[in-house]
């Protein structure tokens, strides 16, 4: 999370220094990620990712005075999966494994400063993502349950940093991959979880 600060402090400080990029106009982007929590440790709980599609939005490039942003809006993914012990009630011998996903699609707000390296564009900045709807599925002893998730069963906004490789193909198409870091805690006093992701995009710019 220091790293990822200090290199965004680093890049607007030199993008005083140096002649602007040339900043696109409004594009629209679609891709997806892989998705998970870093989490503490939970004794019998393993911790998975899951694939989060589609991830898509709209961008543009502008001046906030001398620093220049990349801005977008648009569904983004959060999610993670987790695998655990099933215990006979009377026994209270292990007896297989309950398996849960829980996936959410969320309003993404970011914004990144843009710095040129050869063809390409290092972007780092923040990124923010509001729930709109969630699912959770169980596996419970060879029954799949389903739950549709609203209101309070929805996680808080989540406030992240992101840094990103975009790579323009042509004038008007380009690809981007990143990593995006939750830095809000959606776990409880017990355990501390935190959203990620590595994601892909395909951006068109008009």
Request: net charge negative; charged share 15%.
């Given at each position: 999370?220091?790293?990822?600060?200090?290199?965004?402090?680093?890049?607007?400080?030199?993008?005083?220094?140096?002649?602007?990029?040339?900043?696109?106009?409004?594009?629209?982007?679609?891709?997806?990620?892989?998705?998970?929590?870093?989490?503490?440790?939970?004794?019998?709980?393993?911790?998975?990712?899951?694939?989060?599609?589609?991830?898509?939005?709209?961008?543009?490039?502008?001046?906030?005075?001398?620093?220049?942003?990349?801005?977008?809006?648009?569904?983004?993914?959060?999610?993670?999966?987790?695998?655990?012990p099933n215990y006979d009630f009377l026994s209270g011998e292990e007896?297989?494994?309950?398996?849960?996903?829980?996936?959410?699609?969320?309003?993404?707000?970011?914004?990144?400063?843009?710095?040129?390296?050869?063809?390409?564009?290092?972007?780092?900045?923040?990124?923010?993502?509001?729930?709109?709807?969630?699912?959770?599925?169980?596996?419970?002893?060879?029954?799949?349950?389903?739950?549709?998730?609203?209101?309070?069963?929805?996680?808080?906004?989540?406030?992240?940093?992101?840094?990103?490789?975009?790579?323009?193909?042509?004038?008007?198409?380009?690809?981007?991959?990143?990593?995006?870091?939750?830095?809000?805690?959606?776990?409880?006093?017990?355990?501390?979880?935190?959203?990620?992701?590595?994601?892909?995009?395909?951006?068109?710019?008009?």
């Open positions: 999370m220091k790293i990822i600060l200090t290199i965004l402090v680093s890049m607007t400080t030199v993008m005083f220094a140096q002649d602007q990029p040339e900043l696109p106009g409004w594009g629209v982007y679609v891709g997806g990620g892989s998705m998970g929590v870093v989490a503490d440790d939970m004794e019998g709980v393993t911790w998975g990712r899951i694939i989060g599609v589609p991830v898509l939005g709209i961008s543009r490039g502008l001046m906030a005075g001398p620093i220049p942003l990349s801005v977008g809006a648009g569904l983004g993914k959060r999610g993670f999966t987790q695998e655990m007896d297989g494994t309950v398996k849960a996903e829980n996936q959410y699609t969320t309003l993404d707000i970011w914004a990144t400063v843009p710095y040129p390296v050869g063809p390409a564009f290092i972007q780092a900045g923040f990124i923010m993502g509001m729930s709109l709807s969630g699912t959770s599925t169980s596996d419970f002893m060879g029954t799949e349950i389903e739950l549709e998730l609203e209101g309070d069963m929805l996680p808080d906004p989540d406030l992240g940093l992101m840094v990103a490789l975009a790579y323009p193909i042509n004038d008007n198409i380009g690809i981007n991959f990143g990593y995006a870091h939750g830095l809000t805690n959606h776990g409880d006093d017990s355990m501390s979880m935190n959203f990620n992701g590595i994601f892909g995009l395909v951006g068109y710019n008009f």
